[in-house]
């Protein structure tokens, strides 16, 4: 941490404690829920041994984490040849409450229906700031882009999945939606 | 319409798993030994995991090259925070002797082997580069299923860094084109580094690599090796954002292709 501490354990500790579950969910949302596990792991690992580059402030060591994290996951996803046919799951954090029901179980069949066609990209820069909660600046230091073009890319994501959610019918000239798989969305262990 | 709050109320919820005995484990394994002396890379990951745990398959990272007359290449590096702690690193690298090379080689492919469970399938079909600089030698081997980059630390010490599968190939490439196939970082007891290895077209003759500070006000060159289409580096850089790294790829016409984003090209090569 970059803040003097007397015991880097206990404040790795509390770290870990704090950011475990976000950390885990940022991966599953990701990956295969089957390898999370090792790539939490990993994360944890290079946290500890990099605690001094670790931010002090919480939220942004939890920023700091998913950068690591994100970074790594790229890894897999490039030499596994998957990076583009990955959907995103919704899942929601442990502490965080369901805002509201949505109207029940045709909202959310209606709004999984929408999130499957949006872009890996789209589903990306929403999931920063929706489920995981980060500020512009931030979700912008995880990709490794600018807070412009951040802004951007949310902007246009949203407009998307509004679009998709609108009651009308398949219009042809819908702002890029690309199919995906997205064959686990909403699944948790 | 509060499309954040739809989102929300539409995902499905997990339970808090912190509290539970394998993340507690994880956190003991982990703290068990203090972050100066934990382990770097895939040797702190599976420190890090039960040892029941099967290993996973790999994630991308690395490199290698082929035999024969060396190249060099121009990296630019900027400030180098750890630069001093490497004090018999240089920028221009030294060939490997035979020997060592092919005893290096062996042992990184062993390395991947164990760590990734990729074995080699035809030895005879193995390329190898290596460059020496100071204490410290890297060496990357090339198989036509996967590339991997290994590192020897001052001590003799066997360090695989980077490992990647599925290589683009040569006619990729075509004349011009560039595959980063490694860009890790690691930590020796001298501080951090950064290894970089990659395949280039048959057209290039030399990359320069143009890293600079954070603040943007100074660079420095280092020397990459590079040989039959393959390149290789390393320097003292220290742990932190290299986004404005970039390579120029020197031709042999005379000619350059300039400035590419590393991280882009650690995304996707670039082909023809």
Excluded at chain 1, 85 to 97: F, K, N, V, Y
Excluded at chain 2, 33 to 39: E, L, M, T
Excluded at chain 2, 40 to 56: E, Q, Y
Excluded at chain 2, 135 to 149: I, Q
Aim: charged content about 20%.
């Amino acid at each position: 941490m970059n803040s003097a501490s007397a015991d880097p354990e206990a404040a790795f500790r509390e770290l870990y404690q704090a950011t475990y579950d976000d950390l885990l969910c940022f991966v599953e949302r990701r990956v295969h829920l089957a390898v999370a596990d090792d790539v939490v792991a990993e994360v944890f690992v290079t946290a500890w041994r990099r605690f001094a580059d670790v931010p002090a402030r919480h939220d942004d060591a939890r920023a700091w984490l998913f950068t690591v994290a994100h970074n790594m996951l790229r890894n897999r996803h490039r030499s596994d040849n998957r990076q583009q046919s990955l959907a995103l799951r919704i899942l929601r954090e442990p502490a965080t409450p369901s805002a509201g029901e949505a109207d029940g179980v045709a909202a959310r069949v209606d709004l999984i229906r929408a999130w499957q066609r949006l872009s890996p990209d789209d589903q990306q820069v929403l999931t920063l700031t929706v489920f995981e909660d980060l500020t512009g600046p931030q979700a912008a230091r995880v990709l490794g882009i600018s807070r412009a073009a951040f802004s951007l890319r949310l902007l246009r994501a949203r407009r998307r999945l509004r679009h998709h959610l609108q009651p009308h019918p398949r219009n042809p000239a819908v702002p890029t939606a690309h199919p995906t798989p997205a064959t686990e969305i909403g699944t948790s262990r | 319409m509060n499309i954040d709050e739809v989102l929300r109320a539409a995902a499905e919820p997990v339970p808090a798993r912190v509290a539970q005995p394998p993340a507690q484990a994880l956190l003991d394994r982990i703290v068990a030994a203090p972050p100066q002396h934990a382990p770097a890379d895939t040797a702190a990951r599976r420190a890090a995991r039960p040892a029941t745990r099967i290993l996973t398959r790999p994630r991308a990272v690395f490199a290698a090259l082929a035999a024969a007359a060396a190249a060099v290449a121009a990296l630019t590096v900027p400030h180098l925070g750890d630069r001093a702690a490497y004090a018999s690193w240089t920028p221009q690298p030294s060939p490997l002797a035979a020997a060592d090379l092919d005893g290096l080689a062996d042992r990184c492919v062993a390395q991947v082997n164990t760590e990734y469970g990729y074995p080699e399938a035809d030895p005879a079909g193995r390329v190898v580069h290596g460059e020496k600089r100071g204490d410290y030698a890297s060496v990357s081997v090339v198989t036509p299923a996967w590339t991997a980059l290994c590192f020897r630390d001052h001590d003799g010490a066997m360090r695989d860094a980077s490992f990647m599968a599925d290589p683009v190939t040569a006619a990729a490439l075509g004349a011009t084109g560039v595959e980063m196939q490694s860009w890790p970082q690691l930590r020796t007891q001298e501080g951090d580094c950064r290894l970089i290895a990659g395949h280039v077209g048959s057209q290039v003759v030399g990359v320069d690599i143009t890293v600079r500070a954070a603040a943007g006000d100074h660079s420095r060159t280092v020397h990459a090796t590079v040989e039959d289409g393959y390149f290789l580096a390393w320097y003292p850089e220290p742990a932190g954002d290299t986004d404005t790294t970039t390579l120029t790829l020197r031709l042999a016409g005379g000619g350059t292709v300039a400035d590419l984003s590393a991280r882009d090209l650690y995304e996707a090569p670039r082909t023809n």
